[in-house]
């Protein structure tokens, strides 16, 4: 899973980021470039928003429940059970429902946290990152400056065997 939250574990608002953060968006980049990347249908529709198309150099899919939704040059699921069949190598990017769905069901081996250090309000929340399930392999602290407003650490987890 790859996800930027601000305190409160908030990761969205009206449907789209409620900040700007070139630096997590490289990060982003750089994690999700040349794999599969599932999101839900409102993640995408706001990425579509956002970019006019699909996340480039990535299969882009879509995770929906809506079985007469097809897109063009994206792929669509509608369970969560679908996910492992996709690749090996496969990112969730969002929304809540889907970061919440695949949590519940263990999926994830690995969490890119952004931490975004501001109270920020939103809509849409992360679930509880419990201790019991993650530990931390990774931090880097990052101060903010004139092109990202905001103090941020990318904060690696990895599950618990």
Not at 130 to 136: D, G, I, S
Request: proline share 4%.
């Amino acid at each position: 899973m790859v996800v930027a939250m601000a305190r409160g574990n908030v990761i969205g608002a009206r449907n789209d980021l409620p900040w700007y953060l070139p630096a997590d968006l490289r990060r982003f980049k750089k994690i999700t470039s040349g794999h599969t990347v599932v999101m839900g249908r409102t993640t995408f529709e706001s990425i579509l928003t956002r970019l006019g198309k699909p996340l480039p150099n990535r299969r882009n899919v879509v995770l929906t429940r809506d079985h007469s939704l097809m897109m063009d040059g994206v792929g669509v699921i509608h369970d969560v059970a679908s996910i492992p069949r996709l690749d090996d190598d496969v990112y969730i990017i969002g929304g809540a429902q889907v970061f919440a769905a695949t949590m519940a069901m263990a999926m994830a081996d690995r969490l890119y946290v952004t931490e975004v250090h501001a109270d920020i309000m939103g809509d849409t929340y992360f679930p509880m990152i419990r201790p019991e399930e993650w530990y931390e392999t990774a931090r880097e602290k990052h101060s903010a400056d004139e092109k990202n407003l905001y103090d941020y650490d990318f904060v690696t987890y990895d599950r618990r065997q």
